[in-house]
């Protein structure tokens, strides 16, 4: 069995590792921060060294238990908790490696528990380094596009909607989905659209350019 002095160096050990991790995505506003990870991998190394011990405590009445036994049902039972991560943004899909990096941090955690902490250690080295060098190598040399929600408000006039897509289209946004509302009483209009953005698009130029079309009101850009 454990002594106590294992069970609490684990614990601590399981903590650092999980703020590692914690930390780099709560740098980055991501909906499982800090204190998640840090969470996530105690409870995941408790799991582990109270399955380890209650195997070896029974094991005369039993005949040997199955140390795995509660550490699978921590990996199965993080599905939740990764679930809750991912939210839907216009057509883009964000979290997916927030919920990633929480999964792999209870594997973590388990493998901490049960005594593999170079493993352990070096599991942690190996996802810091994928969600802070290769998101840099991402940026810097794989060009991508994001999806922006356009917000515009404007007095209607003829042929005001055609004049809008031309100059979304100018600067290379891709349309995926346009809601019209337009106010009668006022002769008010309210375009909103998801688009696709190239990843160097001048906004400035394109504020310049809304600001000079007739009747617009407000534009924003999110």
């Known amino acids: 069995m454990l002594s106590i002095e294992d069970t609490i160096s ?63 049902q921590v990996i199965s039972g993080i599905g939740f908790l990764g679930a809750g991560a991912i939210f839907r943004f216009g057509t883009t899909i964000k979290g997916l490696t927030t ?15 049960a005594g593999y902490f170079i493993l352990s250690i070096i599991g942690t080295l190996l996802v810091l380094i ?13 060009s991508t596009h994001e999806d922006k929600v356009i917000f515009i408000s404007a007095i ?17 946004f891709v349309i995926h989905t346009i809601g019209i509302s337009k106010d009668m009483e006022q002769n008010l209009i309210e375009i909103e659209a998801v688009a696709k953005i190239p990843p160097k698009h001048n906004v400035d130029q394109m504020v310049g350019m809304m600001s000079k079309m007739e009747g617009i009101k407000k534009f924003t850009l999110r």
């Open 156 to 172: 209607d006039r003829s042929g005001f909607v055609d004049e809008i897509r031309e100059l979304l289209t100018k600067f290379s």
């Open 10 to 72: 684990r614990l601590i050990i399981a903590a650092f590792l999980g703020a590692i991790i914690g930390f780099e995505r709560e740098k980055n506003n991501q909906p499982a921060g800090l204190r998640t990870h840090i969470i996530l991998t105690i409870g995941a190394t408790i799991a582990m060294c109270v399955s380890i011990n209650i195997s070896a405590q029974y094991q005369s009445a039993t005949g040997g238990g199955d140390p795995g036994r509660i550490a699978a």
């Open 130 to 142: 994928v969600l802070i060098v290769l998101q840099i190598f991402e940026k810097k040399l794989i």
């Open 99 to 113: 919920a990633t990096s929480l999964w792999t941090m209870a594997i973590i955690g388990l493998a901490v528990g």
